[in-house]
Every structure is written in structure tokens, then in C-alpha cells.
């Protein structure tokens, strides 16, 4: 470190470092400043969109549990305009697909279903694709389920591995290709379902083949 042997030797120098560092430590404090600013109001915009987000969910969840279904379609078209980046806006998408399925508009949940089914491959995803497919299944659109399954990326898809194997086997057996819906069953199975009916729909898969060895 330098050593002035006068006062105003270290004036001098202290405008000389002042002339050459200056205006950049400046504007480093400035820019510290704006972005500790800019991080405190994100956080605190945040938790005031999650607040806000998580209110009219519970309006909607409450219209829903009254049975005030126009009002609660409303409110969970406004919670997924308002606040379709939180996870209030997924939830409120399935809530909707509900209604629109007990008012008999099975086309308008189906899109409702494929818009979530399309996002990131998260536990909402999920749920959205396995009830787009039971829409399919119901409604006669077989293949159409089964392109909607053999497009789950399976490295996503481990705690939902044994309910689409169900599914495909439900196809399967919807298109009587019994074979092919054994093995799907079976492999929900072993994969760890918990569904009480699949033993029975494997049973009831194999019991025609016993019969017909028997004659």
C-alpha cells in the first residue's frame, strides 16, 4: 500500500482514484440498489398475486361445493386469465373440465383437459391427461387415447406408470384386443396399482380362455 508522506499528497491521490473509479462505483451502487428494489418488489408482487390467486380459488372451490355452477365456471375462467402462472390456475382448469363434463360439454372439456395436459409434465399434467383419456374412452375415441398415452414421457410419468397402463388396457379392451389389454393390465400390476378392479378385469380376461381349454 502507498505511504504519502503529506496530507496533500493523499488528497491528490484520493482525486485521482476518484477520477478513474468513480462514475463506475456509481453506477455499481446504483445498479445494487435498483436491483435490490426490483427483487423486493418481485417478491412482494408475488405474494400478492398468490394471495390473491388463492382467494378466489377458495370462492371457487365453495361455488363449486354448492352446486352454483355457472358461478363457479366463472370464477374458474377468471382464475386461470388472472393468474395462469401460479398453480391456482391448474387446478382451477380441472374444476372447470368437471363442470363442463356434468353440464354435458364434453368437447369444451376435452379442450380445457388437452390445454393442461399440454404443460410441463407435473402432477397436474398428469391428472389432466388420465382424465382426458377416461373422456376418450367414454365418448368412443379409442385411438385417440392411445395417442394421448404412447405420448407420456415415461422419465415424467413414474407415479403415474400403473394408472396409464390401466387405461391402455381399458382401451385395449374397448377395441377387443384382449391380449394386448392383458398385458397392460398385468404390467399395472406390476407396477404397483392400487386399483381394487383390476385383479377382476384380469380375471375377467382369462376366465374365457380356462372355459374354452376345458371343452
Given amino acids: 500500500m502507498a505511504i504519502y508522506d503529506t496530507e496533500e499528497e493523499q ?3 484520493l482525486k485521482k482514484w476518484w477520477k478513474e473509479n468513480g462514475v463506475s462505483t456509481i453506477t455499481g451502487l446504483a445498479v445494487g ?13 408475488k405474494k400478492d398475486q398468490a394471495g390473491q390467486a388463492s382467494a378466489l380459488y377458495d370462492q371457487l372451490l365453495s361455488a ?6 355457472e358461478s363457479a365456471e366463472k370464477l374458474a375462467e377468471r382464475a386461470q386469465a388472472e393468474f395462469g402462472k401460479t398453480e391456482y390456475a391448474s387446478y382451477s382448469g380441472l374444476i372447470e373440465a368437471k363442470l363442463q363434463v356434468q353440464k354435458g360439454d364434453l368437447a369444451a372439456a376435452k379442450q380445457t383437459l388437452e390445454k ?10 398428469h391428472i389432466a391427461r388420465v382424465r ?5 374412452l367414454a365418448t368412443g375415441e379409442y385411438e385417440q387415447g392411445l395417442q394421448v398415452i404412447n405420448k407420456v414421457d415415461p422419465a415424467s410419468s413414474s407415479g403415474f406408470t400403473a394408472i396409464y397402463d390401466e387405461l391402455l388396457g381399458d382401451l385395449y ?15 399395472a400390476l406390476r407396477n404397483g396399482s392400487q386399483s381394487p378392479l383390476l385383479q377382476f378385469k384380469i380375471d375377467d380376461l382369462t376366465a374365457p380362455e380356462i372355459v374354452q381349454s376345458q371343452k
Fill in 132 to 136: 382426458l383419456v377416461r373422456l376418450m
Fill in 11 to 13: 488528497v491528490e491521490a
Fill in 64 to 69: 363449486a361445493d354448492t352446486g352454483n355452477k
Fill in 116 to 125: 393442461l395436459a399440454a404443460k410441463s409434465n407435473d402432477e397436474v399434467s
Fill in 33 to 45: 440498489i435498483v436491483l435490490i428494489l426490483g427483487w423486493n418488489y418481485w417478491r412482494d408482487y
Fill in 173 to 187: 379392451v374397448a377395441m377387443d384386443r384382449r391380449d394386448e389389454a392383458r398385458t397392460s393390465y398385468q404390467n
